[in-house]
């Protein structure tokens, strides 16, 4: 795979760098060049406490492997009226696969501006540091074309991978993002409404690298908006991980909690 990358977004080299001097002085800033952007305005590397729903979630991990259920599975469990008994925390499943699940209150944000933040975030590197300016570090989207005239703002993020490099606890990887119709892993999107359900994002996941095509049908990020009885929403989000991709009791912690921060973000 090729790609032209503005200079604006050319990767700085880090192979000298200490880790904790990384951390410091590129980990939790913008780049002079992004100093100077409008959208440096909204800049907030502050993030919300982790709340108390979700800490007992995350210590009552790992939870029994018979709570979870694979990713094409899913259509059939996650669009259930109430919740899972896993709603926050992690677990291994009998496969080895790594099943995570966080559920976020976000009161007013709908599924359609949900949709238009994965359209509009992953096209360059500020507006990917602007979601979790803490942990995320690049971002670059192919296809990189944003004439987006007459598209929903699902078919602008439908049928594209995101390149991404972030810290997910306190290591930094490569991930490629996948983003593929939800009825391709079974999700039937007219009984939606029915469900008070706004939107799912759904995207295949590969740890440590870049990819288009190398995706092993097992990993998988979930995202559902859901409208709840006070006319509120809540995020569900759900994560699958490979052994053979990196799954693991560690990565279940810190992905948790990754997903916890950058979902609650104000």
Same mark, same amino acid.
């Given at each position: 795979?090729?790609?032209?990358t503005p200079?604006?977004?050319?990767?700085p080299?880090?192979?000298t760098?200490?880790l904790?001097?990384?951390?410091?002085?590129?980990?939790?800033?913008?780049?002079p060049?992004?100093h100077?952007?409008?959208?440096?305005?909204?800049?907030?590397?502050?993030?919300?406490?982790?709340?108390?729903?979700?800490?007992?979630?995350?210590?009552?991990?790992?939870?029994?492997?018979?709570?979870t259920?694979?990713?094409?599975?899913?259509?059939?469990?996650?669009?259930?009226?109430?919740?899972?008994?896993?709603?926050? /925390?992690?677990?291994?499943t009998?496969? *080895?696969?790594?099943?995570?699940?966080?559920?976020?209150?976000?009161?007013?944000?709908? /599924?359609?501006?949900?949709?238009?933040?994965?359209?509009?975030?992953?096209?360059e590197?500020?507006?990917?540091?602007?979601?979790n300016?803490?942990?995320?570090?690049?971002?670059?989207?192919e296809?990189q074309?944003?004439?987006?005239?007459?598209?929903?703002?699902?078919?602008?993020?439908?049928?594209?991978?995101?390149?991404?490099?972030?810290?997910?606890?306190?290591?930094?990887?490569?991930?490629s993002? *996948?983003?593929?119709?939800?009825?391709s892993?079974?999700?039937?999107?007219?009984?939606?409404?029915?469900?008070?359900?706004?939107?799912?994002v759904?995207?295949?996941?590969?740890? *440590?690298?870049?990819?288009?095509?190398a995706?092993?049908?097992?990993?998988?990020?979930?995202?559902?908006?859901?409208?709840m009885?006070?006319?509120?929403?809540?995020?569900?989000s759900r994560?699958?991980?490979?052994?053979?991709?990196h /799954?693991?009791?560690?990565?279940?912690?810190d992905?948790?909690?990754h997903c916890?921060?950058?979902?609650?973000?104000?």
């Open positions: 795979m090729s790609r032209s200079e604006s977004d050319v990767r080299s880090y192979s760098i200490p904790t001097v990384k951390f410091v002085k590129i980990h939790a800033a913008a780049r060049a992004e100077a952007m409008p959208l440096f305005l909204y800049w907030n590397p502050n993030v919300q406490p982790i709340n108390e729903a979700f800490q007992k979630g995350l210590s009552s991990s790992p939870w029994a492997n018979a709570l259920y694979t990713a094409h599975e899913a259509h059939e469990y996650f669009t259930r009226p109430g919740y899972d008994e896993l709603e926050n /925390g992690w677990s291994i009998e496969n *080895g696969t790594l099943m995570i699940a966080v559920r976020s209150e976000i009161p007013q944000v709908t /599924g359609q501006a949900y949709d238009w933040w994965f359209s509009w975030h992953s096209v590197t500020a507006r990917y540091k602007l979601w300016p803490v942990s995320h570090q690049y971002s670059w989207r296809p074309s944003r004439n987006w005239t007459g598209l929903s703002y699902q078919d602008r993020y439908i049928n594209t991978t995101s390149y991404v490099d972030e810290y997910v606890g306190s290591n930094a990887a490569k991930l993002i *996948g983003f593929i119709e939800p009825e892993v079974g999700f039937d999107q007219s009984r939606w409404p029915e469900l008070n359900i706004e939107t799912i759904v995207g295949q996941v590969l740890i *440590g690298n870049y990819t288009e095509t995706w092993d049908r097992e990993s998988y990020s979930m995202h559902q908006v859901r409208r009885p006070n006319g509120y929403r809540e995020l569900r994560f699958w991980i490979a052994k053979s991709n /799954g693991s009791a560690q990565l279940g912690h992905l948790a909690v916890n921060i950058e979902m609650t973000r104000k």
